[in-house]
C-alpha cells in the first residue's frame, strides 16, 4: 500500500466521522429547538390560553371537533383534547365526532410521518436496526404503533415505529385512521354515558 492509498483511506474516514458528528448535532439541534417551544408553551398563561380554547372548542361545531382530534395526536394537548371529545359526546352523535375528529388527527399525523421520513430518515432506521429482526416481531412493531395511537398517549412514538417499519404509506394512513377513529370513539360513546 503507498502512502497516497493511506492518506486516501484516512481521508474518506475523517470525512465518515464528520457526517457522523454531524447527525448527532442535527438531533441536538433539532431537540433543543423543541425543548424551547415546550419551555414557552408550559408557561402558565400560555397553557392557559390553551386550555381555553380547548375548552371552548364546542362553539365551533364540526370545525371544533375538527381541531379537538388535531389536538389528541400531540403530547401537550392529547389530554385536553380527550376532554374535549368527551365533551362532544353530549352534544352530536359519537360517530360523527371519531370520523370527523379521527380525520383531524389523521393530517397531524400526517405531518409527523413526513417528518419523521425526511429529518430522520436512514439515521433512524440505523438505530432501530438493533431490534429483532424475525418476521413475527416485524409485524409486531406495527401493532404496537397502532395501540399507541389509538390510546390518548401522545401519537409521535407511534407515527415514529409506523414510518420507520411500515413504508408504505397508504397503509399507514389507514391505520393511523382507523387507530384515532377507534380512540375517539371510546371518548366520545363514554361522554354520552
Do not use: C
Not at 68 to 88: E, I, K, N, R
Not at 143 to 157: R, T, V, Y
Amino acid at each position: 500500500m503507498s502512502i497516497r492509498d493511506g492518506i486516501r483511506n484516512d481521508v474518506r474516514y475523517v470525512e465518515k466521522e464528520i457526517k457522523y458528528i454531524e447527525m448527532r448535532y442535527a438531533d441536538m439541534i433539532y431537540f433543543l429547538i423543541s425543548l424551547g417551544i415546550v419551555l414557552i408553551i408550559i408557561q402558565p398563561d400560555n397553557f392557559r390560553i390553551i386550555e381555553n380554547f380547548i375548552a371552548n372548542l364546542g362553539q365551533y361545531g364540526l370545525l371544533g371537533i375538527f381541531l379537538t382530534g388535531a389536538a389528541y395526536t400531540t403530547s401537550f394537548t392529547s389530554p385536553l383534547a380527550a376532554v374535549a371529545t368527551y365533551a362532544f359526546g353530549e352534544f352530536y352523535s359519537p360517530l360523527i365526532i371519531a370520523g370527523i375528529g379521527a380525520f383531524g388527527s389523521l393530517v397531524i399525523d400526517i405531518m409527523m410521518y413526513k417528518l419523521f421520513r425526511k429529518v430522520m430518515g436512514n439515521h433512524t432506521k440505523v438505530r432501530i436496526a438493533r431490534l429483532p429482526e424475525h418476521k413475527l416481531m416485524q409485524n409486531f412493531y406495527p401493532l404496537i404503533g397502532w395501540l399507541i395511537i389509538a390510546s390518548p398517549l401522545p401519537d409521535e412514538l407511534g407515527v415514529a415505529f409506523l414510518s420507520v417499519f411500515e413504508g408504505d404509506f397508504k397503509k399507514f394512513v389507514m391505520i393511523s385512521y382507523t387507530a384515532n377513529f377507534i380512540g375517539l370513539l371510546f371518548f366520545a360513546l363514554w361522554g354520552m354515558m
